[in-house]
């Protein structure tokens, strides 16, 4: 599995980014796969933003960002998303897209994902 992480950029507070991480697989479905998106501010460790569970349409949200971002999925082009809306300052990180094949209760632990993409920066102005 490969993963490429695309969309970032400068915004300002208020704006919106949608994020897309294209998922490469040799004849399987991204709806078979747990996927995730995570975010690495400068000197701060890697945290949790959103996940889409394997085989459902359950998604999960961090508290920092409910209510703002969305994860969804496209299963026909094999692509996941995270729509941001109402950005702010404090959501200026590298952000990351990770997959792991089965569903784990520890998803908001980065450890408990296999694979990542390469990141995409999130800047936002004041």
């Known amino acids: 599995v490969q993963l490429q992480a695309s969309g970032g950029g400068l915004v300002q507070t208020g704006g919106s980014l949608r994020l897309s991480c294209a998922v490469s697989a040799q004849s399987v479905s991204i709806y078979s796969m747990s996927m995730s998106w995570f975010r690495q501010a400068p000197g701060k460790e890697r945290e949790f933003v959103a996940a889409?569970?394997?085989?459902?349409?359950?998604?999960y949200h961090a508290d920092s960002v409910k209510g703002r971002f969305t994860i969804s999925r496209d299963n026909a082009k094999n692509t996941v998303y995270l729509q941001m809306n109402n950005l702010n300052p404090d959501d200026t990180a590298v952000y990351y897209c990770?997959?792991?094949?089965?569903?784990?209760?520890?998803?908001?632990?980065?450890?408990?994902?296999?694979?990542w993409g390469q990141g995409t920066l999130v800047t936002v102005s004041s």
């Open positions: 990770a997959h792991r094949w089965y569903w784990t209760v520890a998803y908001y632990s980065s450890s408990q994902w296999n694979t």
């Open positions: 889409i569970r394997s085989t459902s349409s359950s998604t």
